[in-house]
């Protein structure tokens, strides 16, 4: 009878059933878990790949990357937390997180262990953006989970009298061993932003010594919490104090992209009219003047007022568009050169200057 109710005694002081018992059913780590998936399959809606994303989707859903996290889009620290590149690297994150976030939340509480995941995410975030100096184009739920597992050990190592020693090892050691066996993975694997797994397990570390847990006994001492608290301050001075220097303006490449964008599609529009109104008008007689008339109303003031928007883009080399811009500045310039030298030799019914003008179309579209 002894035997027995000591067996009974052991089971029910386990961690797990004691963290089960006081909180049966999870919230916050299924609503993670769900909206990374839906966000994933918004993201294959839109163009990304199911086993691998173009940075160009990553960056339009939030990833972040250093010239638009920087410029004034700090949102994105969080909202790359929820972003993945493959199918892949979305099941691999919701396998640890489920696997993590079933005892963190137990032991934190609901509000505590969000607090945990955003706190230890935006913390990996940024030292990603610190360590990669900006260059990176970097998204996942990783450095947030990477706190969770911060928190655990944090947890465990303070509620070390109270759990079974078995049940300690087994479980310390286990985090211990995912945490450093995947940064040494990441080290050996390219491509795996390591610098957001270690911020976010400084960050969860910290965070479990900071806040009080749910399930717990241990009264903290102050001594620690604030030891943990000036950490916790040098860890963000030492990040904010390093952030690389912007390398140029997200706002200022997209306006550059776009503008681009708008002009080629008004060249075509425009090289189409061109074409057209010479046909007709070498179909319908029309005289000289009422060609020069309609060239320059249809054709060379609209290459002129393109030259002007594109000439009033950002002048900043470092643009990756930068080039681009320039090649398309030049040639709206050539092109509206080209279209006032017809019109100039329409009225002056120049038939040399004419044909000197086409030519001269007509080698612009050929350097385009």
């Not at 294959?44 to 960056?59: K, R, T, Y």
């Not at 995912?178 to 965070?207: K, R, T």
């Not at 309609?294 to 290459?303: K, L, P, T």
């Not at 100039?344 to 000197?356: C, N, S």
Request: charged share 20%; net charge neutral; glycine share 10%.
């Amino acid at each position: 009878m002894k035997a027995i109710d000591h067996q009974s005694s052991r089971t029910m002081s386990s961690l797990n059933d004691l963290l089960c018992l006081r909180m049966p059913q999870l919230r916050i780590t299924p609503l993670l878990m769900a909206a990374n998936v839906l966000v994933f399959g918004a993201m294959m809606l839109s163009g990304a790949g199911l086993w691998h994303s173009q940075n160009g989707v990553q960056l339009a859903w939030g990833a972040n990357f250093g010239p638009a996290t920087q410029d004034g889009q700090w949102w994105r620290l969080g909202s790359a937390m929820f972003l993945h590149f493959g199918l892949l690297h979305l099941a691999l994150n919701m396998w640890a997180l489920w696997d993590g976030g079933q005892w963190v939340e137990r032991m934190y509480g609901h509000f505590r262990f969000a607090a945990i995941y955003f706190v230890a995410g935006l913390a990996g975030n940024l030292l990603s953006l610190v360590v990669h100096q900006g260059h990176a184009v970097s998204g996942g739920a990783s450095g947030a989970i990477f706190g969770l597992y911060g928190a655990l050990l944090s947890y465990l190592w303070l509620e070390r009298s109270r759990i079974q020693r078995g049940e300690f090892r087994w479980l310390f050691w286990a985090a211990i061993g995912f945490s450093v066996a995947s940064i040494v993975f990441g080290l050996m694997v390219p491509g795996i932003d390591n610098a957001a797994h270690i911020g976010g397990l400084i960050g969860g570390l910290l965070m479990g010594v900071l806040i009080k847990p749910e399930a717990g006994a241990v009264v903290m001492l102050q001594r620690a919490k604030l030891t943990a608290g000036l950490v916790s301050l040098a860890f963000v001075g030492i990040m904010v104090a390093n952030i690389p220097q912007q390398a140029y303006r997200w706002s200022d490449e997209k306006q550059v992209q776009r503008e681009i964008g708008e002009f080629m599609q008004e060249d075509a529009a425009i090289t189409r009219a061109w074409e057209s109104i010479m046909r007709q008008g070498q179909r319908k007689g029309a005289s000289f003047e009422e060609l020069a008339d309609v060239i320059e109303s249809v054709v060379a003031d609209r290459y002129e007022h393109s030259f002007e928007e594109l000439s009033a883009l950002p002048q900043d080399p470092n643009l990756p568009s930068a080039l681009a811009a320039e090649h398309v500045t030049r040639y709206a310039e050539k092109r509206r050169d080209a279209s006032r030298a017809m019109v100039e030799g329409l009225r002056a019914k120049d038939r040399g200057q004419i044909q000197k003008a086409l030519e001269q179309a007509r080698q612009s579209r050929a350097d385009k």
